[in-house]
């Protein structure tokens, strides 16, 4: 089945359709300029179903796409219709938390790797184990000054 065939059966509800279109991005069966260069000479209700799909796949899985995702969707958000904007914004939203966990994913190995950096060179004595890691304070700054711009 296709995606003219999906959106020409009217038997087919719109959740299934989203859920359909979804499974194909996430197999990469269909790739995501394709469904986006269909969405433009679709009309607003479609477009705001393929946008839907994106979102779904999205949300389920890390979907292999560009910058021009992002650019589609932002453009979108100028759309007439509410359904296209709700949509597009959700899939912002969705790309904008799977960059925030692996930018905090990073923090944190950062953060272990300076542990045991510094365990190494600022190591003390077995009796003297309880005192911890002395870290230069400049260090301690610069972990939590990344930490927090996450």
Known sequence: MSLEEI?????????AKVAQIGAW???????VDELLAFA???SSTNKATCIEAVEFATK??????????LIYVTKSLAE?????KW???KVIEY?????RKRTLALSFSGIIYFYFTFSRRYSFAPEKANLGI????????????SITEI
């Open 60 to 69: 389920k899985s890390v979907i292999t796409t560009d910058d021009s995702l």
């Open 25 to 31: 991005l996430i197999s990469q069966e269909l790739p």
């Open 95 to 99: 790309k904008q938390k799977r960059q």
């Open 40 to 42: 433009d000479a679709q």
């Open 80 to 84: 007439e219709e509410p359904r296209v």
């Open 134 to 145: 002395r870290f230069p304070s400049s260090t301690i700054v610069l972990l939590f000054t």
């Open 87 to 89: 949509e597009s914004a």
């Open 7 to 15: 959106f020409q059966d009217k038997s087919i509800k719109a959740k």
